[in-house]
C-alpha cells in the first residue's frame, strides 16, 4: 500500500520559515493536501491541489509538489501555527495520510 | 456556515456493532463526496471510507473493508456508517468530512470541512 512519510517534529523560532515535508514514491503524480490541527480541535484543510490555499488561510502558508516530495512552508511563523500538520494524498481512489508531523514554536 | 454534526458514538464490546451519522447543513449536499476519517487516541489522521454523490460508489481502507459500511441519504442531507465486527484497534474519535465536489474524488480537492467527531471506544 501507499505510504506517505513525515518527520515526527519540527522546531522553529517565531519570525523563521518552518518546512514541513512529506515523502512517497512518484508524489508529484499525485494531489497532495495538507491540514493544520490544534489540541482539541478538528482538522483544518490549509493547502490544497498541492499548492492552493482554501479561503480564509493566511498568505504565509505555501505549498509545493516535487519529484518524491511536497513541502509545506510557513514563511514568517507565529506562535499560533503551533499544531500538528499532516498531509494527505489519494492512491487508486483511496485515500493516505501521513502521519504528521508536530510544528513547535 | 457550512455544519457537520456527527453522532452515535460510544462504548461497545469487542465484535459488537455500532452505528454513526452525520447530519449536514448550509451546503448542497448531494454534490459532494463525503467521507469518514477516524483518528486514534494520540495518533494520527486515518482515512476509513468515502462514498459517491449517488451513492453508487464507495471506497474503504484495508483497515475496514468487509467490517463498515458507508452510504448517504440525501434526502435527509445525512452520512452514515455502519460499524460491525469491531475490535479494538477500531476505538477513535471519528470524523465526517466533506470530500470533493467533483466527479472523480482524488481530483485534489481535500477535505475543506470537518465535524467535531463521535468517539467510538471497543472494549470489554
Known amino acids: 500500500s501507499y505510504e506517505l512519510t513525515q518527520p515526527p517534529s519540527v522546531s522553529v523560532s517565531p519570525g523563521q520559515t518552518a518546512s514541513i515535508t512529506c515523502s512517497g514514491d512518484?508524489?508529484?503524480?499525485?494531489?497532495v493536501c495538507w491540514y493544520q490541527q490544534k489540541p482539541g480541535q478538528s482538522p483544518v484543510l490549509v493547502v490544497y491541489?498541492?499548492?492552493k490555499r482554501p479561503s480564509g488561510i493566511p498568505e504565509r502558508f505555501s505549498g509545493s509538489n516535487s519529484g518524491n516530495t511536497a513541502t509545506l512552508t510557513i514563511s514568517g511563523t507565529q506562535a499560533m501555527d503551533e499544531a500538528d500538520y499532516s498531509c494527505?494524498?489519494?492512491?487508486?481512489?483511496?485515500?493516505?495520510f501521513g502521519g504528521g508531523t508536530k510544528l513547535t514554536v | 456556515e457550512v455544519q457537520l454534526v456527527e453522532s452515535g458514538g460510544g462504548l461497545v464490546q469487542p465484535g459488537g456493532s455500532l452505528r454513526l451519522s452525520c447530519a449536514t447543513s448550509?451546503?448542497?449536499?448531494?454534490?459532494?463526496?463525503m467521507s469518514w476519517v477516524r483518528q486514534a487516541p494520540g495518533k494520527g489522521l486515518e482515512w476509513v471510507a468515502n462514498?459517491?454523490?449517488?451513492?453508487?460508489?464507495?471506497f474503504y481502507s484495508d483497515s475496514v473493508k468487509g467490517r463498515f459500511t458507508i452510504s448517504r441519504d440525501n434526502a435527509k442531507n445525512s452520512l452514515y456508517l455502519q460499524m460491525n465486527s469491531l475490535r479494538a484497534e477500531d476505538t477513535a474519535l471519528y470524523y465526517c468530512?466533506?470530500?470533493?465536489?467533483?466527479?472523480?474524488?482524488?481530483?485534489?480537492?481535500?477535505?475543506?470541512?470537518w465535524g467535531q467527531g463521535t468517539l467510538v471506544t471497543v472494549s470489554s
Open positions: 512518484t508524489l508529484d503524480n499525485k494531489y
Open positions: 462514498i459517491k454523490q449517488d451513492g453508487n460508489e464507495k
Open positions: 468530512a466533506r470530500d470533493a465536489p467533483s466527479y472523480y474524488s482524488d481530483s485534489g480537492y481535500g477535505f475543506d470541512s
Open positions: 491541489r498541492d499548492t
Open positions: 448550509a451546503f448542497n449536499f448531494s454534490s459532494y463526496w
Open positions: 494527505q494524498a489519494w492512491d487508486r481512489s483511496t485515500v493516505v
